[in-house]
Structures are given as structure tokens and as C-alpha cells.
């Protein structure tokens, strides 16, 4: 079972990232209450779990989820990749069920399975016949505190997480370089640690370091149920208190993490690697969060991300790709469904022949420019129109609430701002746009990432000391067709 390690498994099944992140990333400003979304049901468990319904009855199937508020950036210092470790073992035998019986289950009733872990979340997840729900209910609350784990257990999986570590990002020199871009943009965060964490660190992680972890975090007062589809309130709340609110609540600490200090100096990462087909630039800004300092450009930064790369008539499109002929691609993002800091991308991969610091130079100049100029009054409406849009698509799918409420309440929104969303989004400025560029824009405060082909050997010169004509030199065996935006698969 491929099972997702970061935030982008809900882009990748359901929306772009941004449009993932403007549906989650509100702060707590007014919001007018007749602005729906989802329309979810939610009560509290006696041992403080929440409990979150949507209704949607277009066929006899739920989503039935529990996510945790634990993540890569809660884990001890010195044992980067336990959160992720453990979401594989949570898969392992309980008191009451061998290892890898409960995925036979849900294989045998039909239903589908997978986990998932972020920088500040981890989640479980089933989507099966509604009349198979109880079944899902019952074993999943089994692994919330019955988990058995031994070395024998243990050791294998982590060997494949080193695999999975060696083939999603060792062998992927895009995903190189991304990796040392993010550790770059954080200097004291520890959102700067990859999700799968440090290959010598996982391998040094021991069974009580996990078991202690285990005991820590997951309690039901640390957990948050989602259940979306042909369901109501009325039917799951005996259910979730007959498994779920059997189990004592735990002593879970509050989120403790190291912030960043004042970020004074710009940042270069480049990676040179012989796979490269397609080189690229891209660079990160540290922005707010809705949970962190300047949190009131969030919904302004997500439609500046929209101006940029909401399609073929964006800004980058526009001016990279289409005007000037420069990129062969670009794209910008922003996510502040965290619950620290967030970041702000742009992004351009050069057309065949176009030097990376030329292209480097156009992506400057159109940031300039919309630092100097801001941007118009329709661009405003059509951002706002796609983001609003996006909202209605996003009531189509069973699971997409349940994902985006559940990740929502984890990172610390709560159910009224994500059904807020479209009136907050409609709600922005120019004038607030403009000031969030000029706020989160900032040269000192970004990571530029370079990728590159190797460098060209240059050939042995000839005997005799005789010039290297055209026909003996290499022209530059680096630069080839352009396959992919990704770097190439490595």
C-alpha cells in the first residue's frame, strides 16, 4: 500500500495546493453566517474527541477518518521520520488483531484504505459500503491505544521507509533540491526537517523512542473523527461513543516549537546533477500562517497566488511563457494550512537554449513590476471568481470535506472558518493584495532553488598539443529535450 508522506496527498486527489489552501487558511476575522461550504454536523465526545458529519447521501458510501494532531515538526529532537515510521506500524497487529488483518478486512467488505503524514498532522483513512461503517469504527478505535509493536515488527518497515526515502527523494534530483531549499528556508523551525526525516536518523530510531511517541500522542482527546457520506449525526454519534468514547482520554502536551528569529540575508541553493532534463528556478518566501504574525494578508496572499498562476492568462503564463518565450513553464503557491509559518513559491522552468539566469532575471521583473504597479481590478474579480468556484466543486466529491475539515481542525481552525471561506475570499481589496506582496516579498527573507545539469567534461586535448576544433568538441551533452517539469525521473 503507497502510503502519502506530505501535505500534497490532497493535491494530488483533490484540488491544487492553493486552492486546497484557501479553503483552509482563514483567520479568525468576522464572518458572516451565511456563507456554506460543507454544512457539517459536530459534537464532543466526554473524553474531548471531536466528532465531524457531512452529509451526502448520492450513494451508500462513507469516508470514515481520524486524524491526529501530531506531525513531523512534534517530533523529538534527533528523531526526524518517527511520526511517519509509526503511521506505517500503525498497519502492524494489535492486542486483538494480527498484523495486517485489519487491511484484510476492509479489503474483504469492499473498501479502500490509506494513511497519510504532515508537518502537523497524521491521518487514517477507509472509504467503504455505509453499512460496513461500524466494522471500520470498531478496529480503528482497536489501534488508537492497542497497538503491539516488536522489533520483529518493527525492522521491516523501516526498511521500507528508507526505500521509499531513497526512491521519492534520493533518486529525484528536483526532489534534492526542494528538500535542501526547505531546510534553507528555515533557520530555526523545525518545519526545515523532511516529513520522512534523515535517512541516519531513522535508521537510528529505537522501539521505545516509538512506543513512548505512540503513548504520547494518539488519545482520543488528540484525535478528531471525520465521517462523510450517506450518514447522519443521529446514526454515528451511538457509534463513536459505543468505540471511540470507550477510551480514556490521555495527557497530550501542547504544540511547543522553536519560531524563527528575524530572517536577514537571502539564500542560494543549486544543484547540479547528471539526471537533470529539465532545469528550473524557483524561490520561497517565508509568509504567514493564519495562526502566526501578519496572519491578516493570508486570504489576500491566496489571491495574489491566484493572479499569478490561476491559468493561461496569469501574470507568469502570460509574461514567461507566452509574451516573452522564455519559460516553458511557471507556477507560484502558497499554503498556510499550518500551524507556524508558511511559505510563498514561484516558479519557472527554462524553454530548450534559455539561459537559467535569464530566465531568473524575467521572473525578478515581473515580481518588480507588480511591486511597483499592484495589480488591476479584474484580476481581482477573476481571482475571487475561481477561488468561489472552486468552493462549489469542492461540495461534489464524498471525501473532499471530510480531508479539508479534518485537516482544518487539525492544524487548530475551527468547522465556522472553513464555511466562511467564500465570504471572507470576497471580502478582499487591491489595496490588501498589494500590501501582502510588499509584505511576504522580500529578498532577505527567501530561498532561491537552482536546478541544473551536470556540468559538461571537457574532452583530453589531442596529442601534439593541437586546438579542439568543432568537430572534436562537445557542444554541451547536459542540455536534451525537455521531458518533464519534474526534473526528470531519476
Known sequence: MQRNTTSSLFIRLLLSSFILAALLAAPPLLAPASAKVFEPETFILKNGMQVVVIRNPRAPVVTHMVWYKVGAADEPPGQSGIAHLLEHLMFKGTKKLKSGEFSKIVARNGGRENAFTGQDYTGYYQTIAADRLETMMRHEADRMTGLVLTEAAIA???????????????????????????AAMYLNHPYRIPIIGWAHEIKA???????????RYYAPNNAILVVAGNITASRLRPLAEKYYGAIPA????????????????????????ARVRQPSVGRLYLAPGYNSAGRKHAYALQILSEILDGGA??????????EQKLAAGTGAGYDAMVVDHAT???????????????????LDAELAKLLKDGITEEELRRAKQRLRDAAIFARDSLSTGARILGRALAVGLKV??????????????????????????????????????????KAPAKSGGAKRGKAGGVKNPAKTKNPAKSGGKG
Not at 526505500?163 to 534530483?173: G, I, L, V
Not at 530510531?205 to 503513548?215: E, N, S, V, W
Not at 495527557?251 to 543549486?270: D, F
Not at 492568462?313 to 507566452?322: D, E, H, K, M, W
Open 344 to 362: 510563498f513559491s514561484v516558479y519557472a522552468a527554462p524553454r530548450p537554449g534559455v539561459p537559467i539566469e535569464k530566465l531568473e532575471a524575467a
Open 313 to 322: 492568462t496569469s501574470r507568469l503564463n502570460r509574461a514567461l511563457v507566452i
Open 416 to 457: 465556522e472558518d472553513v464555511e466562511n471561506w467564500p465570504e471572507r475570499i470576497g471580502a478582499v481589496t487591491k489595496a490588501e493584495v498589494e500590501a501582502a506582496a510588499r509584505a511576504v516579498l522580500k529578498p532577505n527573507s527567501s530561498v532561491t532553488a537552482i536546478l541544473l545539469p551536470a556540468k559538461a567534461k
Open 250 to 273: 490521555g495527557v497530550t502536551p501542547k504544540r511547543a516549537r522553536p519560531m524563527e528569529p528575524p530572517q536577514m540575508a537571502a539564500r542560494r541553493v543549486i544543484r547540479r546533477d
Open 205 to 215: 530510531l529505537t522501539k521505545d523512542q516509538i512506543i513512548a511517541f505512540y503513548r
Open 156 to 182: 521491516p518497515e523501516r526498511l521500507v521507509v528508507l526505500q521509499e526515502r531513497r526512491s521519492r527523494t534520493d533518486s529525484r534530483p528536483q526532489s534534492i533540491l526542494w528538500e535542501q531549499a526547505r
